[in-house]
């Protein structure tokens, strides 16, 4: 079984039978989250079947033993702590979509992982931010002659404006956007904070520098295309010839890498669009509205003031 299972069925005795199937599949959506988890997750499940194939053990369900086999084995051919931690939740979430009780409960686990993360002594590797002057600079040296370009362009200055996840860059579809004179409303499908596919929008303004405008450039962008429906990033074959195929989240990762440099991800945009928010003194209700957090905490969690001097209360003593 490399894939995640499936949540088991409903009692039908607490349900009426012709509402059975539907509930199931509630159920299972509930349990299952967002799309991009499930594939991640998918994978760490894989690998653990082929461990404890490979070790003649139950992978569903699993003993505390097998787990702890499992984790340490990770820890010892040198993963990430972050890496030990989502296996542990792909099998936590694996056992659940199977009814069971997951290992990853046990005390001996949370002690295990403690230990794990306290011997490495590594914190959990966050996407760096870059700043704007250097957004800016990197923005004005594309080339933009091509439909490559022009197309590369607007997914990182809509990427950072815009404050979005890389999922939901190759999500978006020309249906979603609506222009008019004060600029643009994209609005948005389910995303990893809103499950449930409720209605949110994200606004997108005019640039007096029209080198860095993410709507003019966006506009130059799905002028090329020749669409008025469908995916708005695409895969261009090596020809520049457009093609009907949604680029992937791992390609707009290496993009952003490609132009920003390795030290950077995908979610560096959407870091760098609080990190800029919040040193040009917008409160953390504007940012929450652009980027759909829910809690200040997360917008804390967000902004990256690595450099002593950028947010630093010693140039306000008034010497």
Not at 15 to 35: C, F, I, K, Q
Not at 129 to 149: E, W
Request: proline share 3%; net charge positive.
């Amino acid at each position: 079984m490399n894939q995640l299972p499936t949540a088991p069925p409903v009692a039908t005795a607490q349900v009426p039978p012709h509402l059975v199937d539907s509930t199931s599949r509630y159920v299972e959506s509930g349990l299952r989250g967002a799309a991009n988890t499930v594939r991640a997750y998918a994978g760490d499940w894989k690998r653990f079947n082929a461990w404890c194939t490979l070790n003649h053990l139950s992978a569903l369900p699993a003993s505390v033993e097998a787990l702890a086999g499992f984790l340490t084995e990770l820890a010892d051919a040198g993963k990430k702590v972050a890496t030990i931690q989502r296996h542990a939740a792909a099998i936590t979430k694996a056992h659940e979509l199977a009814g069971h009780d997951s290992p990853t409960a046990d005390k001996k686990i949370k002690v295990l992982l403690k230990g794990i993360a306290r011997e490495k002594k590594t914190r959990i590797k966050q996407a760096a931010a870059f700043t704007l002057a250097t957004f800016k600079r990197t923005i004005q040296s594309m080339d933009v002659t091509t439909p490559t370009g022009l197309r590369n362009r607007a997914l990182l200055l809509l990427g950072f404006t815009g404050a979005f996840r890389r999922s939901e860059l190759e999500a978006l579809n020309l249906e979603d956007l609506a222009f008019d004179e004060e600029g643009l409303i994209i609005s948005l499908g389910k995303s990893k904070t809103n499950q449930l596919g409720q209605a949110e929008e994200k606004a997108i303004f005019y640039s007096p520098d029209s080198a860095v405008c993410p709507i003019r450039s966006l506009q130059a962008w799905l002028r090329v295309l020749g669409r008025t429906e469908g995916p708005i990033f695409v895969s261009l074959r090596k020809n520049q010839q457009l093609t009907a195929r949604r680029m992937t989240t791992k390609y707009i990762n290496l993009i952003t890498q490609q132009y920003l440099g390795s030290g950077y991800t995908a979610h560096s945009l959407r870091a760098s669009f609080v990190t800029v928010s919040k040193l040009n003194g917008a409160d953390d209700s504007k940012v929450m509205n652009q980027t759909k957090h829910k809690t200040s905490a997360m917008i804390r969690r967000y902004t990256r003031l690595d450099n002593v001097r950028q947010h630093n209360s010693a140039k306000e003593l008034g010497l």
